[in-house]
């Protein structure tokens, strides 16, 4: 039966493939998803060697090539899908040459960081959903590729493997896709006692492809999307571990006062003197479940901001005479005041964890109640000096 697969809003459809000497995966991917699943593919973007990119060229790009056939035979008007030499990413070693084979651990950890690279650039792209094919190429290109969708992959971004009938798979030469009207091929079956080819004609009909949905734990929302694109695959999944590893046993949230910093694990971040009080004040009125608080009951704590900020200042420069907080009468001004910092705070938080679920547990919910899930914080004035107060 014919499925039809239907995506939410007007968004591209990018069909993107790892290959090696075989591109014909690229026309029978294609096939499966226009002709049987319906999908309206707008562009082909292919990760290969120098060898698979020689393979593309002669094959299938080109007036006379399968791509231009195909195009021509399912009545794909001219420009409707984008697929080029421009659309072929090759593949560097580590001294930025072409690579012609994946031949060495060299190679490899070459071709990983590209392809996460790669996958990671086009994720970020919300007007494109990507249509991974790990069928092609070294078996490891396929799961560099594979892993590069674990870590960056969205809800839509969908990774197969493509199925032929293994006389076509093995047997059959120049069979790039099932043509709209039947045709047979060649098949060869093996050899006579006198070493001579034997062949055997195949319906086109028996090419049985089927695309398989292959099913990849989404971790992107749990360990950010926003993954810096600096980091090669094997530091993005080093990265992603920890953060795994956080989530399962968050570690304490330590303050040093003197300094304006804030540590979370491995993490570090520094803050103004003003955001470290709001923080530090926060942490201690409403931190752990069940302890949020509205602006009114924040607003008649006031006066402990103005004591944190006090305290700081005699650990920097000494103190003022008097602060803002301690001057405030009226609950709106607090809300004007405290409510951009707590912005900042958020934001702060994020750019140094991470848009993830391990920042949810140190930001600042906001709403009709204030609250932070994490319990577990230390404040100290100064390295190994602990801030002893009396007031929460």
């Avoid at 992107?220 to 999944?237: F, V």
């Amino acid at each position: 039966m014919t499925r039809r697969t239907v995506y939410k809003g007007a968004r591209r459809c990018v069909l993107v493939a790892v290959v090696g000497r075989t591109p014909a995966i690229i026309t029978e991917t294609l096939w499966v998803l226009e002709q049987l699943q319906k999908v309206h593919v707008d562009e082909i973007r292919v990760i290969t060697t120098s060898e698979g990119q020689r393979a593309i060229t002669d094959e299938l790009l080109g007036d006379d090539g399968q791509f231009q056939c195909y195009c021509r035979e399912y009545a794909v008007p001219s420009g409707r899908l984008a697929f080029s030499t421009k659309s072929i990413h090759l593949l560097l070693d580590a001294r930025c040459r072409p690579l012609d084979d994946i031949r060495s651990s060299e190679d490899n950890n070459a071709a990983a960081d590209q392809i996460y690279s790669l996958i990671k650039q086009w994720t970020q792209r919300p007007e494109e959903i990507l249509l991974c094919s790990a069928a092609g190429g070294r078996k490891t290109l396929g799961i560099y590729l594979s892993m590069a969708l674990m870590l960056c992959g969205r809800a839509d971004d969908r990774l197969m493997h493509i199925l032929v009938a293994p006389e076509f798979e093995t047997g059959v030469r120049g069979f790039y896709y099932p043509p709209a009207k039947e045709r047979s091929f060649r098949c060869f079956t093996g050899v006579d006692e006198s070493g001579r080819p034997l062949y055997r004609n195949v319906s086109s009909a028996d090419a049985a492809l089927e695309l398989a949905d292959i099913p990849y734990p989404k971790l992107r929302e749990i360990i950010g999307g926003e993954l810096p694109l600096e980091l090669g695959l094997t530091a993005a999944i080093a990265h992603s571990q920890r953060i795994l590893g956080y989530l399962q046993a968050p570690p304490k949230l330590l303050m040093q006062l003197d300094r304006g910093v804030v540590q979370v694990g491995v993490f570090q971040f520094s803050l103004s003197r003003q955001l470290m009080a709001v923080y530090a004040f926060m942490l201690l009125q409403v931190s752990g479940v069940g302890r949020s608080k509205n602006i009114d009951e924040l607003f008649a704590a006031r006066l402990a901001l103005a004591r944190l900020e006090r305290t700081m200042d005699c650990l920097r420069q000494g103190e003022q005479e008097s602060y803002a907080w301690e001057r405030m009468k009226d609950v709106d001004d607090f809300r004007a005041r405290i409510g951009p910092c707590i912005s900042k705070l958020n934001r702060a938080i994020t750019q140094a964890l991470g848009n993830n679920r391990l920042a949810e547990l140190y930001r600042i919910s906001t709403g009709r109640a204030y609250g932070i899930q994490t319990a577990d914080f230390q404040i100290d004035e100064s390295k190994d000096r602990p801030w002893l107060h009396e007031w929460q």
